[in-house]
T-cell receptor, first 116, second 112 residues
Framework: EPEVTQTPSHQVTQMGQEVILRCVPI?????FYWYRQILGQKVEFLVS????????KSEIFDDQFSVERPDGSNFTLKIRSTKLEDSAMYFC??????????????FGNGTRLTVT | GNSVTQMEGPVTLSEEAFLTINCTYT??????LFWYVQYPGEGLQLLLK?????DKGSNKGFEATYRKETTSFHLEKGSVQVSDSAVYFC???????????FGQGTRLTINP
């Protein structure tokens, strides 16, 4: 069964550094998402992306964050200047249709980001 | 606002025990409801869903019924197995929306 793949599985970075988290969504999917889970807290929506632009974003997704689909297969999340509170598990997801009730989201295994 | 509350974990049961994980929600409008499962080392996978009141979602022996009157979507299984050990997330989405709102997750451990 096709799956969403994320790299790296664990990223350690120093405060203030830029990080790029990478995802390869399922090939025929059109909608792409990033979620994050701070340790011990809920999984939170960050952003959704369709047709090469952001379709929805949360309050968390401020100017420090950006997403990009640089080619036909990758979907990236960039954090420009990391803060300690950005430490979390980041999940990429994709779906074939644009609404969660019609088309289940397929999630990757996550990238654990640790900011020191 | 929209939110999901799950019972506190962790939950530890013996094999073949009956499982209930409680989930209640608050939503503006009529949400669709979901249970996702995360096995160790893996991503979240959709376990089951229900899109309208009184619908029952089921998969792999798990069931959950969309109860509008109690705003609940409790997950149940009659006889759990060691392989059911995982973290279970209740979630909602509003009709026509892409975004999922998750509960905090409940870690389930089944002992042989």
């Amino acid at each position: 069964e096709p799956e969403v793949t994320q790299t790296p599985s664990h990223q350690v970075t120093q405060m203030g550094q830029e990080v790029i988290l990478r995802c390869v969504p399922i090939s025929n999917h059109l909608y792409f998402y990033w979620y994050r889970q701070i340790l011990g807290q809920k999984v939170e929506f960050l952003v959704s992306f369709y047709n090469n632009e952001i379709s929805e974003k949360s309050e968390i997704f401020d100017d420090q964050f950006s997403v990009e689909r640089p080619d036909g297969s990758n979907f990236t999340l960039k954090i420009r200047s990391t803060k300690l509170e950005d430490s979390a598990m980041y999940f990429c997801a994709s779906s074939g249709l644009g609404t969660a009730d019609l088309s289940p989201l397929h999630f990757g295994n996550g990238t654990r980001l640790t900011v020191t | 606002g929209n939110s999901v509350t799950q019972m506190e974990g962790p939950v530890t049961l013996s094999e073949e025990a009956f499982l209930t994980i409680n989930c209640t929600y608050t939503a503006t409008g009529y949400p669709s409801l979901f249970w996702y499962v995360q096995y160790p080392g893996e991503g979240l996978q959709l376990l089951l869903k229900a899109t309208k009141a009184d619908d029952k979602g089921s998969n792999k022996g798990f069931e959950a019924t969309y109860r509008k009157e109690t705003t609940s979507f409790h997950l149940e299984k009659g006889s759990v197995q060691v392989s059911d050990s995982a973290v279970y997330f209740c979630a909602l989405s509003l009709q026509g929306a892409q975004k999922l709102v998750f509960g905090q997750g409940t870690r389930l451990t089944i002992n042989p």
